[in-house]
């Protein structure tokens, strides 16, 4: 079974649109990575959550967890092209180890 | 450019040989790890560095898998005797920091394997 569910699986907007993308597990997270992957390379690091209801933003990318800490949601606010790609969400879920697990990703595509 | 790099960039070997892999971490970060993403799925954890100790290995690093980090900084990962099952991307990070919940880690580009 999946830790970490992410949905939707896949996501095709209109430019201009906003989105949303989850992230859910059914344990405590001590932390809730962001990350961005373009087909066949390596992970670019969006933004960390930490704290219960916490929330960042970065451009028009916006990021928060729930008090519970087991739910995450990216927000992309009037989407671009350049933000096509895979979204996923990585979290520390055991205290005292130092490991990610990873959702299986949300691949967005944006329309011209 | 100082972040994590990886080598080769792309690998393609016939099944029963043997492959490894570098990673070369950000300068001064004292934690390493591995990762395996196969298409569609997120990255799987295989094993981590603290320094120069391997602190944890997941499951899936069978006896055919073997990572070292031998002087604390750069790491190999090696694969005896590939398999077709063993196609996949590598993935190392590092990370700079210690502490519950404060592991903000930074990847490099990844080696694609593929075993023919």
């Known amino acids: 079974s999946q830790e970490l569910e992410q949905s939707p699986q896949s996501l095709i907007v209109q430019e201009g649109k906003n989105l949303t993308i989850n992230c859910t597990s059914s344990?405590?997270?001590?932390?809730l990575y962001w990350y961005k992957q373009k087909y066949g390379e390596g992970l670019i690091f969006l933004m960390m959550l930490q704290k219960g209801g916490e929330e960042k933003s970065h451009e028009k990318i916006t990021a928060k967890l729930d008090e519970k800490k087991q739910q995450s949601s990216l927000h992309i606010t009037a989407s671009q092209p350049s933000h096509a790609g895979i979204y996923l969400c990585?979290?520390?879920?055991?205290?005292?180890?130092?490991?990610?697990?990873f959702g299986t990703g949300t691949r967005l595509k944006v329309l011209a | 450019d100082t972040g994590v790099s990886q080598n080769p960039r792309h690998k393609i070997t016939k099944r029963g040989q043997n492959v490894t892999f570098r990673c070369d971490p950000i300068?001064?970060?004292?934690?390493l790890y591995w990762y395996r993403q196969t298409l569609g799925q997120g990255p799987e954890f295989l094993t981590y560095f603290q320094n120069e100790a391997q602190l944890e290995k997941s499951r899936l690093l069978s006896d055919r898998f073997s990572a070292e980090r031998p002087k604390g900084s750069f790491s190999t990962l090696e694969i005896q005797r590939t398999e077709q099952g063993d196609s996949a991307m590598y993935l190392c990070?590092?990370?700079?920091?210690?502490?519950?919940?404060?592991?903000?880690?930074?990847f490099g580009p990844g080696t694609r394997l593929t075993v023919l």
């Open positions: 300068s001064e970060h004292n934690r």
């Open positions: 990585g979290a520390d879920i055991t205290s005292g180890t130092y490991k990610y697990i």
């Open positions: 344990k405590t997270l001590y932390g």
């Open positions: 990070a590092s990370s700079p920091r210690l502490g519950q919940g404060r592991n903000e880690q930074f």
